[in-house]
Nanobody, 126 residues
Framework: QVQLVESGGGLVQAGGSLRLSCAAS????????MSWFRQAPGKEREFVAA????????HYTDSVKGRFAISRDQAQNTVYLQMNSLKPEDTAVYYC???????????????????WGQGTQVTVSS
């Protein structure tokens, strides 16, 4: 069993940056594929980014390519989402998700992850 805790959210102006963290406890994340999702008010949960268990494969949704970067630090047992050039439409609760496999299936956006964090709020003002 692994517990995930997100942090790093907050209020930022458009064009600004934030770095989200997803810290794990209970087990090492070294054998877990990790993803970030977000959910804006009144909208469905949306896939943001995924990273393989050793970090050699990464995928982003088109709307964040070139602005967001997912990474992982095995020593810190943490996965990060660096968000630059933030836009008001990035406002959402951001969640990390994990499962014990190299890569989340054929489509990380639709894979049913076993573990989820509680989320961290990101608000981007215009």
């Amino acid at each position: 069993q692994v517990q995930l805790v997100e942090s790093g959210g907050g209020l930022v102006q458009a064009g600004g940056s934030l770095r989200l963290s997803c810290a794990a406890s209970g087990r090492s994340l070294g054998s877990y594929a990790m993803s970030w999702f977000r959910q804006a008010p009144g909208k469905e949960r949306e896939f943001v980014a995924a990273i393989s268990w050793n970090g050699d494969r990464i995928h982003y949704t088109d709307s964040v390519k070139g602005r967001f970067a997912i990474s992982r630090d095995q020593a810190q047992n943490t996965v990060y989402l660096q968000m630059n050039s933030l836009k008001p439409e990035d406002t959402a609760v951001y969640y990390c998700a994990a499962d014990t496999l190299y890569w989340p299936g054929t489509a990380p956006s639709t894979y049913e992850y076993e573990y989820w964090g509680q989320g961290t709020q990101v608000t981007v003002s215009s």
